[in-house]
């Protein structure tokens, strides 16, 4: 990236509206607005006063107006990227805006690459790397609890702790390799119970941080809700019921739902993703076949599952049907409810044992899906509840992974007694993938792969 450059772009949605934002951020930022705003009173503009906001005109030459404008003036270092920076708020023609942009580059400015308003705020100490991520994820937050998370990781991220650790850790490797030159001397300089001890705490803080990254990937990306059972116990209606659309083809006929359906759909600030499957069942169809291995997949990447049975089924049906789900599952540690649906037309059965909370509903009638849907929601608030700190970010989680091997592999070497230029090899790596996080380890390649997903304009 070239950081003399003065850059520009359109900061609002490409599309015509009442008002358009176009930003310019770079050392000639001031320079290039001057080329082409007239200001309706001049003299105040002679000194291009930081934060302030001037009235007037953007030309087009020295007799045509494009339009009437108001620019507010950001000054180093104080302003969203650190540098010299503009704001144009236009009217929202899309011939206004692209005629701007020409115009802003023709004196001296160039197109700004996706998310280089960020990255330059990255670059120029403005913000973490973690926290510059977040910026992303607020644009792209479309529920109250995505958006609150998003927030809390953009203001105050989890950096701080993270660079604490860093910090004391490399002070420790350091004094660990200086050993080595003093290895005639057999001279221990690290404290290997200090040491110890803060490996100890650094695994159980990184084990923290990744076990709230399920939390945090559910609030991101949604809960995955598998609906599993036998066919034609109301699985379609189900969904249709819960989406209040017409999403699922419902039939008497059983076998109808041959492959999975899913849809979004926000519960109380918390996003849900229900996946409605083909029945369970033994089957010789190639293709119910196939859709019942659809379901399995779908089941071993659950966040919760949906067991339907009917009201009227003994409780040998239920235990036999709740077991081949739970097998589906492996190892997986999903949220389980089990639902008896049909509650309206048939008489409740007796005898079923099982683990698992139990609703009695009617997916025609809509009877107990409220208790069923706050069940829900209350169950995914009650994983982040214990979590002050919540990570989001896939790729935070992926170094977070690499860290506690790292960490892991240094503990044990201690423990065996492997001599500490050795044990060095791997704290070396928690401190860099610790810093791969926060920006303080990075590169050109890591830099381009998390901004080029950015819109432009940020």
């Known amino acids: 990236m070239h950081q003399q450059d ?7 949605a490409s599309a015509e509206a009442a008002i358009a934002v176009v930003r ?25 006063e930081a934060y302030r906001v001037y009235y007037g005109s953007i030309m087009e030459d020295e007799d045509e107006t494009l339009d009437d404008v108001l620019v507010s003036v950001f000054k180093a270092p104080h302003s969203y990227t650190g540098e010299d920076m503009v704001e144009i708020s236009c009217h929202g ?32 100490g403005k913000m973490e790397l973690s926290q510059a991520e977040a910026v992303a994820d607020v644009i792209a937050s479309d529920n ?46 690290a404290d290997r119970d200090e040491l110890r001890d803060l490996l100890d705490d650094i695994i159980a803080r990184i084990s923290r941080l990744l076990d709230s990254f ?28 819960l989406l209040n659309e017409d999403r699922a083809i419902v039939s008497e006929i059983p076998g109808t739902t041959r492959d999975s359906l899913e849809d979004d759909m926000v519960i109380d600030g918390i996003r849900f993703r229900f996946i409605d499957t083909a029945g369970l069942h033994h089957a010789t169809d190639e293709i119910e076949l196939k859709g019942i291995a659809r379901t399995r997949q779908k089941l071993e990447k659950a966040g919760m599952v949906l067991i339907m049975a009917e009201a009227a089924d003994s409780g040998e049906a239920i235990k036999k049907l709740c077991d081949e789900v739970k097998k589906s599952l492996g190892n997986s540690d999903a949220t389980l409810f089990l639902l008896l649906n049909k509650n309206d037309v048939q008489a409740a059965g007796t005898g079923y044992d099982v683990d698992m909370p139990v609703f009695r509903i009617s997916a025609i009638t809509g009877q107990g899906i409220e208790n069923l849907t706050k069940a829900m929601v209350a169950k995914v608030r009650n994983m982040g509840s214990v979590m002050d700190v919540v990570v989001s970010n896939a790729r935070h989680a992926a170094a977070l992974r690499e860290a506690l091997n790292a960490a ?32 303080e380890i990075t590169s050109d390649e890591i830099l381009g792969n998390i901004f080029e997903h950015f819109c432009i304009g940020k």
């Open 6 to 12: 003065t850059i520009c772009a359109l900061s609002t």
């Open 144 to 189: 109250k609890a995505s958006h609150q998370i998003a927030i809390r990781q953009m203001k105050e991220g989890y950096g701080g702790a993270i660079k604490r650790l860093r910090e004391h850790l490399l002070k420790l490797v350091s004094l660990m390799e200086l050993e080595l030159d003093f290895s005639e001397e057999d001279v221990e300089f």
């Open 408 to 439: 892991e592999r240094a503990g044990e070497a201690m423990n065996a007694g492997i001599p500490g230029d050795l044990v060095s090899q791997d704290l070396r790596e928690v401190l860099h993938h610790l810093g791969s996080i926060t920006g």
């Open 214 to 241: 399920r939390y945090g990937n559910v609030i991101k990306h949604g809960m995955p809700v598998v609906i599993a059972g036998k066919p034609n116990v109301g699985k379609s209606t189900l969904l249709n019921t």
């Open 24 to 48: 310019l951020s770079g050392e000639n930022s001031h320079d290039v607005i001057r080329k082409v705003f007239v200001p309706a009173n001049p003299e105040r503009f002679a000194d291009a």
């Open 93 to 124: 023609s899309l011939y206004i805006q692209q005629r701007m942009l020409d115009l802003l580059c023709a004196n001296g400015a160039r197109l700004a690459n996706p998310g280089e308003f960020t990255e330059r705020a990255f670059l120029n």
